[in-house]
């Protein structure tokens, strides 16, 4: 590693470091040589694309780009004129309250996800062989939009998304990519009524227990790093659960980064899942990654869910014994488990907050409605 690429780390570092230490409405923006950050508002006027220079107190502050650039998205303004044109713009700072903020990109709703990317979450939710891919099939929500409950056992999993920036080949990974902030929110009872207990890592059920309406909220600010790869490295990545912090880990600790996550992306190429009456693949046209899709980067330790407990595989063996053998032993072990996770009400209840504030990325801030 020469002297320069070495001292760009260490620089990403210590900024992360200091970022993650922000109060909430209040983050760290990379200087333009480092990273494009971009945010989205809905004015009277219409939206508007806003390349930030500061997110402070919470409001945004930055540039007015999107007549210069004659578009509101970040994608098309970079597949447009380019990194280095888009960091020497100049003009007058504007600056919008956070409340104002909307989805920070024009996005898919088939996205690319990998599931016990960071070791220690694979030991909490007992998986041993993975990581692993699946699809993730659902529209993305602003930052502060509510998290349906319904009836769900509903789990969180703060995630960083790399944004394909335009069609890629999977098997030839681009210099550049999107960043932003994702929550996998996910449905433990609907995932652990549909995976394969015998094999986890097939990805079986995950895209049923992860993609109800409501369940990718994403991050307010897009970020287009000069160094995608020394950049997603330092995040930083946080998830507080009414105010407490529940998740904490730095990208470089996942297994898979972007390149191999895109690897395996191809070698899956024809595999399929089933998912609400018909079956879905990951989201490749013509074996290339669609411009806009997301990949999920994977979630650190720290979810609610930490596997099956030893009393609900006794009382689940019970309920067999007795004469539930019209249903498999891992059915009746999985209703004993959701049963007892209902009483005890771990899951996110009506009227909890789940925050997640990264520096140089942004946040999230989610009330979880009824």
């Known amino acids: 590693m020469d002297i320069l690429r070495f001292a760009g780390l260490l620089a990403m570092t210590l900024l992360a470091a200091t970022a993650a230490r922000a109060e909430f409405g209040s983050v760290e923006i990379a200087p333009v040589a480092e990273a494009l950050t971009f945010a989205r508002a809905e004015g009277g006027d219409g939206p508007s694309l806003i390349l930030v ?7 945004v502050s930055g540039i007015d780009v999107t007549e210069a650039l004659g578009t509101d998205d970040p994608v098309d303004a970079y597949r447009s004129h380019g990194y280095d044109v888009l960091a020497a713009l100049t003009g007058a700072i504007v600056s919008v309250p956070l409340a104002e903020l909307s989805l920070p990109a024009r996005l898919t709703a088939s996205h690319i996800a990998v599931g016990t990317n960071f070791p220690e979450h694979a030991e909490e939710a007992t998986v041993t062989d993975g990581p692993f891919l699946f699809p993730k099939e659902v529209v993305p929500t602003r930052f502060n939009a509510e998290i349906p409950a319904g009836d769900a056992l509903l789990d969180y999993e703060v995630e960083l998304c790399f944004v394909v920036l335009e069609a890629i080949d999977p098997g030839a990974p681009p210099a550049r990519a999107g960043l932003m902030l994702c ?10 009524r549909h995976v394969d207990p015998n094999d986890v890592t097939s990805g079986k059920g995950f895209t049923t227990g992860k993609s109800a309406p409501g369940f990718l909220p994403v991050g307010n600010l897009f970020v287009i790093p000069r160094d995608l790869r020394a950049f997603a490295a330092a995040v930083e990545l946080r998830l507080y659960r009414n105010g407490e912090l529940k998740q904490s880990a ?4 996942a297994i898979w980064d972007f390149d191999e996550l895109l690897r395996q992306t191809k070698a899956r190429e024809s595999t399929i899942w089933a998912y609400d009456g018909r079956m879905v693949g990951l989201p490749l046209v013509d074996g290339r990654v669609p411009a806009r899709t997301a990949l999920l980067a994977g979630t650190p330790d720290g979810t609610i869910f930490k596997g099956i407990d030893k009393s ?3 009382l689940g063996a019970w309920d067999w014994i007795a004469g539930g053998w019209d249903q498999p032993v891992t059915a009746h072990v999985v209703e004993r488990q959701i049963a007892k996770e209902r009483a005890a009400k771990r899951y996110l209840q009506p009227g909890e907050r789940v925050r997640i504030a990264v520096g140089f990325l942004g946040e999230i801030d989610s009330t979880i409605a009824p």
């Open 53 to 59: 220079s500061s997110y402070v107190n919470g409001t």
């Open 183 to 192: 929550n996998d929110v996910t449905d433990r009872a609907a995932l652990m």
């Open 250 to 253: 730095r990208q470089s600790e």
């Open 312 to 314: 609900a595989m006794a």
